[in-house]
């Protein structure tokens, strides 16, 4: 169960220290992308909670999560969670606007960020429930090859200074 963390986002990194502390039960946890020094200075550090630090390629990093997860608390960070789905893992964001199409094209499940027992409870829906994660893996891997490929990004821009003209 791991999270990157962005060193210039603060937002949301108690949340995720929260989580692993409380739901220590659940699995193991990780995270990458910020170092153990810049982690501390948000929160104390869990003795389950393995911090990788900054990654030169944070998609080899990804590889390895059977689940990622978002805690951020307002906008959300849906280019991460695009990894992630490409990747392989099951996306569990926090319940933001900005999550909002991941979740209704069933490509990510949501979570109250503000609740230990909600991610617990979405986590243990998703383990027991191998029709659900099918479903997400699935969804997620059309989203990213359908929506999220270079061609759709191309004509998508082309478009934009098509109709900015």
Not at 53 to 67: E, K
Not at 82 to 101: F, K, W, Y
Request: charged share 20%; glycine share 6%; with cysteine.
């Amino acid at each position: 169960i791991g999270a990157y963390l962005r060193p210039e986002n603060t937002r949301g990194h108690e949340i995720f220290l929260k989580i692993a502390k409380e739901a220590a039960k659940q699995g193991r946890f990780t995270c990458a992308g910020i170092s153990r020094h810049q982690l501390a200075s948000v929160g104390a550090i869990p003795e389950n909670l393995e911090v990788v630090g900054p990654v030169a390629d944070p998609q080899t990093w990804l590889y390895s999560l059977d689940i990622f997860v978002s805690t951020v608390p307002g906008d959300g960070q849906v280019p991460d969670a695009l990894e992630a789905m490409a990747a392989g893992a099951v996306c569990m964001l926090s319940n933001v606007p900005a999550h909002d199409r991941l979740h209704q094209q069933h490509a990510a499940v949501l979570f109250d960020h503000r609740s230990v027992e909600s991610f617990t409870t979405t986590l243990n829906d998703l383990r027991n429930d191998a029709a659900l994660r099918d479903m997400v893996l699935g969804n997620s891997r059309y989203m990213i090859e359908r929506f999220f490929n270079i061609e759709a990004h191309k004509k998508n821009i082309i478009e934009l200074y098509r109709t900015s003209l």
